[in-house]
């Protein structure tokens, strides 16, 4: 990363011209909101799948038949909309309108979908599932969680019952009380305000700048299906689920996106080992994590990182020096408290701090998402 940092401030120089000072939606990687274009076309397949679904369908473009790709949100959310892959038919005609694809190449962001027969408009997120992913505003304290045999609240669900973590308070990584305001993709949205985000070292800022700079358009969680790693797992949006294995002294932490990985808080006390490279006891993008109680808190340490993720869905930078402390509080049935401390001497001038919460989704199992076949 140091070595890519110091091409960094001519390659952000170059950006400034022609990048616009406002960040937008994460698409926007891919998709350029200043060119946008409306296709009348036949369905030749809608491909149901993960990462994001994609329509297939040909349009006349004077004597050529061309095809293009039109690109929707991802399964999950189209399914949560009311859609199934049966909602659009081969053979059926389209009046699509959206972003094209920075690239040039026929594809194009699917702002707007019609079927032209009927006027009826198709395969767009509904109110109900857009706000289903969204924190619920104002939400009442509910009634105390329930507790182990051992006296401490569970992170998890009651016996019989199900449910998990979603709904994060922040979906962007910044320190505590920064006054920095960035959308659901953790884009800035003012650019001027990169070094206010965290205490970084020079290096570390102009990466992250770039990055911004860019759309984050080389997220390695999007690009090539790599693990979120570390703290990022707690702000993406299909959520996370705590299974307790007392027996064997661990937590299994399990996650609704990031190709449903998981990994294991030990709180037997074992010492915390492994090799960066990789072995048996170190699982890289999370790290060795050795967990706590103190109180109703579970605090868990966790090192032994790879520089291979991302720390947040903004782009942040990390060495393989980070130490992450993070505390883990249920405050009641329906909020979880979560608060990191990041230490990384190799990335930021200090130690610095973020927190934020997340809700309980009950009745529901943790979704199942995977970034299918490495497709960005």
């Known amino acids: ?32 909101a200043n060119k946008t274009r409306a296709l009348n076309g036949v369905v030749t397949r809608l491909d149901w799948a993960n990462p994001h679904v994609h329509i297939l369908m040909n349009v006349q473009e004077g004597p050529k038949v061309v095809n293009w790709a039109v ?21 059926e005609a389209l009046t699509v309108q959206g972003k094209l694809a920075r690239d040039g190449s026929q594809q194009l962001w699917g702002d707007s979908v019609v079927l032209t027969k009927t006027g009826r408009k198709v395969l767009a997120m509904s109110s109900q599932a857009l706000a289903f992913f969204r924190p619920v505003p104002n939400l009442r304290p509910g ?3 329930a507790r182990g045999s051992d006296g401490k609240p569970l992170l998890g669900s009651a016996p019989g019952q199900t449910g998990y973590w979603a709904r994060p308070g922040s979906s962007g990584l910044k320190e505590d009380g920064a006054n920095v305001e960035m959308d ?24 992250y700048e770039y990055r911004q700079r860019n759309f984050l358009k080389d997220d390695p969680m999007y690009l090539t299906c790599k693990p979120p790693g570390a703290l990022r797992q707690f702000q993406m949006p299909f959520g996370v689920q705590f299974l ?23 709180t037997d006390g074992r010492p915390q080992q492994g090799e960066l490279r990789g072995n ?26 790879n520089e291979r993720f991302w720390l947040s869905n903004g782009g942040l930078p990390h060495t393989e020096q980070l130490h992450l402390t993070e505390r883990f509080t249920r405050t009641d049935i329906s909020t979880l408290k979560y608060e990191v401390t990041i230490d990384d001497p ?24 995977y970034c299918q076949d490495n497709r960005p």
């Open 184 to 207: 659901d993709y953790g884009l800035l949205k003012n650019i001027k305000d990169v070094a206010r985000v965290a205490p970084f070292q020079q290096w570390a800022r102009d990466l």
């Open 244 to 266: 307790e294995d007392k027996s064997f002294g661990r937590i299994f932490v399990l996650e609704g996106g990031g190709n449903h990985d998981w990994h294991f808080i030990y």
């Open 143 to 145: 009634g105390p969680a």
């Open 1 to 32: 990363m140091r070595r890519f940092a110091r091409w960094l401030p001519a390659g952000v120089g170059v950006i400034l011209l022609v990048a616009p000072l406002l960040a937008q939606r994460g698409i926007l990687a891919k998709f350029d």
């Open 280 to 305: 048996a006891d170190n699982p890289l993008y999370y790290g060795n994590a050795r967990g706590l109680w103190e109180g109703d808190t579970l605090v868990v340490d966790s090192r032994g990182f």
């Open 346 to 369: 190799g990335a930021y001038t200090r130690k610095w701090s973020s927190s934020w919460t997340l809700q309980w989704v009950a009745g529901e199992e943790l979704p199942i998402y």
């Open 71 to 91: 690109e929707l949100e991802s399964q999950l959310e189209l399914e949560r909309s009311g859609w199934n892959r049966d909602s659009v038919k081969p053979g």
